[in-house]
């Protein structure tokens, strides 16, 4: 199981990605990282 | 899974390209299938860079003690037998077969023709090349992880961080650009971070191998910027930056932005 998610971090899929996320990425990948190889997660320190 | 301390010693091939054997196995065997040669030999001959080796056995807690090129003769009674064994002996038959488009027999004949253009004929005779490696897990973690502490940063650990940043990156080479790797977090935006309450450090010692950074990007939005670990302190167990989001208190949720 890959890291994060074993410790309980879930996908969050490209298209919900809120505005700010989006822009984070964007910035990655002008950094020159592959989108195609990042994912971004999220972690709920509180139960929803 | 190894017993701390206990050791570990194998052996891999040489490249094709120093083993005669194999090489010669791997054309010949193509020769007959131009369309599609069987790849069987790359596998066996195909990881032999010491330093990959050291690396993954590094990655993986064991210490190298040494890698040690060995050179011996294979000896068969006659080149024959060496094709036989050689075309029939392992998983190629299996490519060869699915082919179906050339005797086995024949291809026998060819490598064997081949093998004693270098090796001669009875006995036949040619080198191997293979690299042994004598590694050891890593002793026991000795009270191990209540060693470590994680905790807010103090301004003072701030100068430790870069050249964690630095260590860890190391171990991404090859998966991000290497210009990526070898920048560090501005220190000004770490010491803003660490009296914000942002950062998060593990210690050891009272000394910095490992820190966690989270940046704001919205009121509802923290973000787990970078997490690094000094990799000689790393895969102990304690994910510290897993508590770090909820630490801060205010955070519900924390993004994370790499896989």
Redesign the interface.
């Known amino acids: 199981m ?1 890291f ?1 998610a074993r ?3 879930e996908e ?1 899929r490209a298209g919900d990605l ?1 505005r ?2 989006v822009e ?2 964007a910035g ?1 990948t002008s ?3 592959d989108p195609r ?10 139960a ?1 | 899974m190894l017993r701390p301390g206990g050791g570990l010693v194998f052996s891999v091939w040489g490249a094709l390209a120093d083993n005669p054997l194999g090489r010669i196995a791997h054309d010949v065997i193509g020769r007959f299938f131009t369309s599609d040669p069987p790849d069987f030999y790359e596998v066996p001959f195909g990881f032999h860079d010491e330093r990959l080796i050291r690396r993954l056995l590094g990655d993986a807690g064991f210490e190298v003690a040494g890698c040690h090129p060995v050179s011996l003769p294979a000896r068969s009674p006659s080149h024959l037998d060496a094709a036989r064994g050689l075309v029939t002996g392992n998983p190629i038959l299996l490519a060869v077969n699915e082919r179906a488009t050339a005797p086995v027999e024949e291809i026998v004949q060819a490598v064997a023709a081949a093998l004693a253009a270098e090796g001669g004929v009875a006995p036949f005779e040619l080198e191997t090349r293979a690299l042994v490696v004598v590694a050891r897990a890593a002793p026991t973690p000795s009270k191990g992880e209540s060693d470590y502490v994680i905790t807010p940063a103090r301004p003072r650990d701030v100068p430790h961080l870069a050249a964690i940043e630095r260590d860890a990156a190391q171990l991404l080479r090859g998966h991000a650009p290497d210009s990526l790797l070898d920048q560090t977090l501005d220190p000004a935006e770490l010491f803003a971070a660490q009296a914000a309450g942002l950062l998060w450090v593990a210690l050891r010692g009272d000394v910095p191998v490992g820190f966690a950074l989270v940046r704001i990007l919205a009121a509802d939005l923290p973000h787990l910027e970078e997490i690094d670990v000094d990799p000689r302190h790393g895969r102990r167990g304690r994910a510290p930056l897993s508590s770090a989001p909820s630490a801060s208190g205010r955070a519900g949720r924390a993004t994370r932005g790499s896989r």
């Open positions: 890959p994060y410790l309980g971090f969050l809120r700010e996320l984070l990425v990655e950094r020159g990282l190889r990042r994912v971004v997660m999220r972690y709920r320190a509180v929803s």
